[in-house]
Each structure stands twice: as structure tokens, then as C-alpha cells.
């Protein structure tokens, strides 16, 4: 093998000093070795160019004359035995040949004499269909030395086999093999990638197959359906090699019988790998999932039960929240100040799941705290309420939430509802000889963003017959399939009709909406409260 390091080097200083014209670039070296050869393959991604094209260099009479550098290809040329170079996929490709060379095929004139020969028949039985002493374009076949299937197997034993193989082109995306299908192929990965899915061609559950592995081998190995899809995860460049050659031919070599155990262990270990970190995951999954169901019923052990109010025969109360996950961010109360005043509230965190849970429990728990220690000038307790409430939540508040709120105080003996609302939607009220109306003033910024803020509150007349609704936007913004939404006509519509007792309304407003949705997800949190003043 002599001159490969110094070849080595020149080859690698050549392409380093040329190829990316002093931009960072990438060179790749393949060696494959056996007893009396060595082949060496430099690789970059620099522009096309053949060093073997250069003209030898020209032999100096005299010092003055000899020209500086040129002379690193011509030196490569004379300690190897072969050299040839090839562009593929965007690369050049120089591979130099070290050691005894090949025997040299006869003269072409030999070989040619009668090209009209073939095909022929030799004296032993068969047909010969080509002349079988011409020689493959070497060139075509460089992956060889990249690929794992064929690591370490000498070109001989490789090169008829792999020149009689097609090699395809596939896009990103295509299809190359689905589950359920007889696979007559073994495809070995020459450039770019191909993904296993196991659960479908778009599944999430899918293993890699990089450059140099192959893939429907254990297909046509047992000669069972495949249980998988092989889709093109890159563009990429693949050899296809038919049933018999790949069992008969290929797998008769025991080096590729041995690089076939090792891809498939290798793949083995990333597959169990991969089961193991679907186990771990499942099983945190299932740990946070009890999890949401406890904090689910812990939330809904914070609201009080139906039916609300129930030691006040002058009320008819009665709530309603469903969440659109495990927990939500509504939520509603109703609560006696006194014998004739009674503290309602609905609310809404912005934001959803676990985060608004937490923020809706402060609030709540707040409301009730500042409720039972509210004075008894009825004129100035709802806004003395919400300006302390609101102060208090914005500096509670780390993760920048906000909350809409509707709170009102029922006086029965004075026959009013005295309110203030911070951001929230518009209640409902109906009154005995009257149209329902929307009660949408005065409103107020949301709650737990600025604090200062000075609250204005307001009364309306709710006598004997009177009935209130209260709602979060989960209700009027519910959707159907194509996105439409409930919408406020349509709340009115159903609020307007004769109901029995506020459990009637809030049953039929929810059957609405759910008829409304047909089966279409729940995008947020759906809360009523609907009070009625007995007659």
C-alpha cells in the first residue's frame, strides 16, 4: 500500500485549499481494506470539478522554469492503480485504488469480433444473453462503500450482483411499501431517509431507517404480508433489489448475512428503546391523568350544590359548569349576606385547563372571604367588593391572568338587584309583564390586570316572578361542525320561553346547545346561574 498517507493527505489539502473557495465545507473519507487492496473515497459538496480532466504537468529544463504546485494529482495518479471520478446527488466523488490492480481484460477487439454472437449457446445447457467479460461502469456503484449491508464485503463478490439492480428515485412523502402487502423487494437506502409507521402511513409511531439500511427484508425473508408502512421521510435514492437475488445471491455472501444481523439488531435496540419510551410515557400519562381527575373533583367540590340557596323558599337557584377539559376556569356562587340579602356570582378565567383551575379557586375563595366580611351599606359593598377583589388579584397574579366577573346582591325586602359588572357577558332578565332585556351597563375592565381600578356599580327592579340569568361566552360561542356559533339570538330565543323553575331553564339551555354542537367538541367552559323570585 505504498503512498496512501501521502496520497491521503494531498487529496484532502486539495479539496480544503479548492472546493469551498475559503467558506467553512465538509469532507468525507471512505475506506474500505481487504487483504491486497485498499480503496479510498474522498467526498465533497463543493462544485463539480475532475481533477483527473488537468493536463499532466509540464517537466522543467531548468529552476527558473518549474512551476509552483500542480503536481499533488499527478503524484496521486502514480502510487495508485486505479482512479476515477464521479458527481453524484450534488458530490464529487474521487476514489483512488491501492495494491496488486485487477488482471487487465483482454483486447477489445478480442471481446468484439462478433458482436452479432450473443446471445449464444455454450455447450453446457443455459443461454448466455450478454458478453459476461465486459466490465460494469464502477463508477455508479461508489455507494457500495457507504452502505452497512455491504461494509467490509469485497467489490468482487458485490459488483455483477448490485449493476444489475435498478435504482429509484423517491420524493418526500411517497409511499414505498404498505402493511398488509406481499414485499418482493428489498430496498437498501443509497441517499436520503425512510420512515416505518406502525399504526398507519401518517402515524406518529414511526422508526427511522437512515442512509445505508435497508428495509422489506423480513418480508422476504419469511414471505409473510408486511406489518408496516415505509414512507419516503426525505428525498431519496434507493436500490431495489428483487426477492430471489436478495435471498439466493446476496444473503449466500456471509458478510452481508453478518451487516444484515447487525442493521437488525441495531434496529432492535432503537425499536425496544422506543417501546420503552412509549411504556414511561403512558405510564406518566396515566399518573396525570388521575391526577386531573382528583383536582376535577376537588374543583367541583368548590361549587355549591343544587339546588343553591335551598333554606330560602323566596329563591328558586340553580347552577350548571362543565368543563372542556379535566378542570376549567368558570365558575358561580350563591350565598346568603343576611336574612333578606343574598351575594350571586359567575366568572370566567381567561385561559383553560389546569393554570385557570388554580386562578379560579383564588378567586372564589377571595370573593367568599371579602363577602363575609362586607359591611352593611348595601350602596357601597359591591364596589367596595371588586375594587378590593381586583387589587388583590393583581398582585396574586404571577401568570398574568384575568378574570370576568358578574356579581350581584339580591336584596328580597327592597325588591332590587343591586350589581357590578367587571368584563363579563350581559345578563338576562325577565320580569313579570315585560320583554326580556340584556343588562349591559355599566361595564367594567376585567378583573386581575390593572390595579386601582375604581368599580361602578348599579340596581335594577326584581320583584316577586322575576327571573335572572347568568352565563359565561362557553355558552354563546359554542360550536357546531362548520364553526358556526350559538350565538346571543339564540340564548334569547330559549330564555324567552315559559320555564317552571330556574332547573328547567338551565336543563333546556344546555340541551340547545348540545343539540346546536351535534357532537362537536367543546372549545371552552360552559357555566349557567338562573335565580328566580318566587311569586
Known sequence: MEGLDLCSVELVANVADYAYDGEPGEIQLHFCVSDRRAELTVEDT?????????????????????????????????????????????INQLTVVFGEPRPKARQVDRRQRNASAFPTAPSSAGVVVENQRASHDRRALGFISRTELFRNVPYDELERIVANCKIVAYRTGDLILAAGLHSQRVWVVIEGS?????????????????????VGEISVADGKLSTAWVVAASACSLLEIDAETF???LLSIPKVG????????????????????????????????????????????????????????????????????QVG??????????????????????????????????????LRSMAMQGTRDELGLLAKLATRGNDQLCQMNSEQLFVSIFLAVIDLEKGELRYVNAGHNPPLLWRPGESPLLIDSPRNPVAG???????????????????????TDGVTEAEEASLGQFGEDSLMASFSQAHASADSLVSELVKSVDAFAAGHPQADDITLLAVRRCQ
Open 247 to 249: 435471498v439466493e445471491r
Open 449 to 471: 390586570m390593572v390595579p386601582g381600578i375604581q368599580y361602578r356599580s348599579a340596581n335594577v327592579l326584581f320583584p316577586n316572578g322575576s327571573l335572572l340569568l347568568l352565563y
Open 46 to 90: 463543493g462544485p463539480e470539478f475532475n481533477p483527473l480532466n488537468q493536463e499532466r504537468p509540464r517537466i522543467a529544463h531548468s529552476l527558473e522554469d518549474a512551476q509552483i504546485g500542480g503536481f499533488g494529482i499527478h503524484l496521486v495518479r502514480e502510487f495508485a492503480q486505479e482512479c476515477h471520478y464521479e458527481r453524484m446527488g450534488g
Open 194 to 214: 425512510l420512515r416505518v409507521h406502525f399504526d398507519g402511513p401518517d402515524s406518529e409511531d414511526s422508526l427511522d431507517i437512515p442512509c445505508g439500511e435497508c
Open 329 to 366: 376556569g368558570d365558575f358561580y356562587d350563591a350565598l346568603p349576606l343576611d336574612k333578606d340579602r343574598y351575594l350571586i356570582a359567575i366568572g370566567d378565567v381567561c385561559n383553560k385547563g389546569m393554570p385557570a383551575a388554580l386562578f379560579m379557586a383564588q378567586t372564589l375563595a377571595m
Open 258 to 325: 453478518r451487516n444484515l444481523v447487525m442493521i437488525l439488531a441495531e434496529r432492535m435496540r432503537r425499536s425496544n428503546q422506543r417501546i420503552s419510551d412509549r411504556v414511561r410515557m403512558e405510564t406518566e400519562l396515566k399518573a396525570l391523568q388521575r391526577e386531573l381527575d382528583f383536582a376535577r373533583r376537588i374543583q367541583a367540590s368548590m361549587l355549591p350544590l343544587n339546588p343553591l340557596l335551598a333554606g330560602e323558599p323566596r329563591l328558586d337557584c340553580h347552577g350548571f359548569m362543565r368543563a372542556a377539559r
